[in-house]
């Protein structure tokens, strides 16, 4: 991984203290996958993070909020939402790139070096 990686997991890691086996840890570890071997991402994330705005505790408000509205639609006493549902949620709150733009590789112009 990166240095910038290893800051990112330093950074969410201490956000996740005092949180373990809840929610915030659950937003906190997918967070962290979805920034593995994007650099772009790590980026974004943790200058985030560092806004008490943006923490992973204000990310997992807003997958909450996201499940009671849902709640009150479908009109039960539970609701949970996807990973997927999750990561778009996730990424919306953060500005990151839809998972389609992070995944595809950089075109490399092949006589740019000559």
């Known amino acids: 991984m990166s240095i910038l990686f290893d800051d990112l997991e330093r950074t969410v890691?201490?956000?996740?203290?005092?949180?373990?086996?809840?929610?915030?840890?659950?937003?906190?570890?997918?967070?962290?996958?979805?920034?593995?071997?994007?650099?772009?991402?790590?980026?974004?994330?943790?200058?985030?993070?560092?806004?008490?705005?943006?923490g992973v505790v204000n990310a997992e408000?807003?997958?909450?909020?996201?499940?009671d509205e849902l709640h009150k639609k479908k009109g039960g006493n539970c609701?949970?939402?996807s990973p997927k549902k999750a990561e778009e949620i996730l990424r919306q709150f953060y500005g990151l790139?839809?998972?389609?733009?992070?995944?595809?590789p950089t075109e490399i112009d092949p006589f740019a070096f000559l």
């Open 61 to 67: 408000k807003k997958i909450k909020a996201y499940a």
């Open 13 to 54: 890691r201490a956000q996740l203290k005092g949180h373990d086996g809840d929610t915030v840890e659950m937003v906190g570890e997918q967070l962290l996958e979805m920034a593995r071997g994007d650099d772009r991402a790590a980026e974004i994330l943790l200058t985030d993070l560092q806004n008490k705005d943006m």
């Open 79 to 81: 609701v949970g939402v």
């Open 97 to 104: 790139p839809a998972a389609e733009e992070a995944a595809a």
